[in-house]
T-cell receptor, first 116, second 114 residues
Framework: DTGVSQDPRHKITKRGQNVTFRCDPI?????LYWYRQTLGQGPEFLTY????????KSRLLSDRFSAERPKGSFSTLEIQRTEQGDSAMYLC??????????????FGPGTRLTVL | QQQVKQSPQSLIVQKGGISIINCAYE??????FPWYQQFPGKGPALLIAIRPDVSEKKEGRFTISFNKSAKQFSLHIMDSQPGDSATYFC?????????????FGSGTRLQVQP
């Protein structure tokens, strides 16, 4: 399977703990996006990278959230001091700015976070 | 502030019928309007997209109608099939492509009855 992969698929944590999620984009996709989706709602944009540069961040990305893409390949999203309101599905997407199917965002299956 | 409003929240259609989902946007800077389909446990997948220089785009059984003056666009699914049962999201972005951040509607859960 050469699609976007995310790990873990499910994470249960206690309030106040730190969590880290990983996203592996489609090979050679230079753009990588993070979204958050709560139950019954559409995904909300958090941030995106072009190669290793973080180009845009949403105001939803509080100072407890940090994302990295150190070598322009995989990305990590860390949430520090988790709160119950952080419970959501965290989706990663990737796209390429070249080729026939350029700019379409391909989504991964998501990581479901539950904060107790 | 919800920039893309989607309706209805849920929809039940008989097999072979037409499913219609509507969206309205507020930001006139939006210039790319995709529709995504999401099955349980999966990420959203692009179905069809339109730019505001055309009023309609058709791909197979799926059609987007776009009304720039009303700031509205809709998805029509012709000959709806049970396999179309999923949640559908409209979205919008700036820059004419899906390259930028997508702003999603709240979703429509479609159930096609056999």
């Amino acid at each position: 399977d050469t699609g976007v992969s995310q790990d873990p698929r499910h994470k249960i944590t206690k309030r106040g703990q730190n969590v880290t999620f990983r996203c592996d984009p489609i090979s050679e996709h230079n753009r990588l996006y993070w979204y958050r989706q709560t139950l019954g709602q559409g995904p909300e944009f958090l941030t995106y990278f072009q190669n290793e540069a973080q180009l845009e961040k949403s105001r939803l990305l509080s100072d407890r959230f940090s994302a990295e893409r150190p070598k322009g390949s995989f990305s990590t999203l860390e949430i520090q001091r988790t709160e119950q309101g952080d419970s959501a599905m965290y989706l990663c997407a990737s796209s390429t700015t070249s080729g026939r199917i350029h700019n379409e965002q391909f989504f991964g299956p998501g990581t479901r976070l539950t904060v107790l | 502030q919800q920039q893309v409003k989607q309706s209805p929240q849920s929809l039940i259609v008989q097999k072979g019928g037409i499913s219609i989902i509507n969206c309205a946007y507020e930001n006139t800077a939006f210039d790319y309007f995709p529709w995504y389909q999401q099955f349980p446990g999966k990420g959203p997948a692009l179905l069809i997209a339109i730019r505001p220089d055309v009023s309609e785009k058709k791909e197979g059984r799926f059609t987007i109608s776009f009304n720039k003056s009303a700031k509205q666009f809709s998805l029509h699914i012709m000959d709806s099939q049970p396999g179309d049962s999923a949640t559908y999201f409209c979205a919008a972005s700036i820059g004419g492509t899906g390259r930028r951040a997508l702003t999603f509607g709240s979703g429509t859960r479609l159930q096609v009855q056999p």
